[in-house]
């Protein structure tokens, strides 16, 4: 069930239209940046193109047709469609705003976007975050998390990493690629004890945090859910809690 949520949410569209803006691929929050290795989402007008999602691995770096450059560096294509372009920041790029090239059979279209050494962005449903719960259910309003209690959140963007992971491959098993920064993770404004951070196996640009929910008992009903990686503040989710 986690791979056919993941994946849903990588393909899913906001709705969201621009000449060209190329935004967080996990929050579509306006202003918030990118960083190698993470997912990014271009809006755009791209004609002709017919919608398609990459189903091999490595994500290859033309898809329908359609490719997308960083600062000149090829990045992996992961879906398509006429108004919606989803890639993965190449691990090359460096920080500063740099310029995103879309290119179709028909058009060149150009953007640019903010790059930081780590930009957290939570993936996010209509209902909440992506996040599950110890049980391996996806948090909802009818499946809620325990306090005291482990929880998922997934997230892309945390920044450098404990090994070196290919442009569009999926994450390694062992040893794993670990953060070498631990995030805050704030439930409620409460800081969460943070068990595990690193790139989720076998997916590609997928941060995993592991984190416990507090034991407060105030934190109950729909909450919200932050997460800071050297001091950059992701999107704000919410959660449900028992």
Avoid: H
């Amino acid at each position: 069930m986690r791979s056919l949520v993941l994946a849903a949410l990588l393909a899913s569209c906001g709705a969201l239209q621009a000449q060209i803006s190329v935004l967080n691929g996990a929050s579509f929050r306006v202003g918030q940046p990118v960083t190698g290795g993470s997912w990014a989402a271009a809006f755009g007008t791209f004609t002709g193109v017919a919608q398609t999602t990459a189903t091999t691995s490595p994500i290859p770096k033309t898809l329908g047709g359609v490719t997308v450059t960083v600062n000149g560096v090829a990045a992996p294509v992961y879906f398509i469609s006429a108004s919606q372009v989803n890639f993965l920041v190449p691990f090359a790029v460096t920080p500063g705003v740099r310029n995103v090239e879309v290119k179709t059979a028909g058009a060149t279209l150009t953007g640019s976007v903010r790059i930081m050494s780590a930009a957290p962005g939570i993936f996010a449903n209509p209902s909440g975050g992506a996040v599950l719960n110890q049980d391996g259910a996806l948090n909802a309003t009818g499946a809620r998390a325990g306090r005291g209690q482990v929880i998922q959140i997934f997230a892309t963007g945390p920044g450098a990493l404990s090994r070196a992971i290919e442009d569009g491959t999926g994450a390694p098993t062992s040893p794993l690629a670990l953060t070498t920064s631990t995030p805050d993770v704030f439930i409620a404004g409460v800081p969460a004890t943070v068990q595990f951070s690193g790139m989720a196996p076998g997916f590609s640009g997928l941060w995993q945090i592991n984190a416990v929910v507090p034991d407060r008992a105030f934190i109950t009903g729909r909450v919200p859910l932050q997460v800071y990686m050297d001091g950059v503040d992701s999107n704000e989710v919410t959660i449900f809690v028992q």
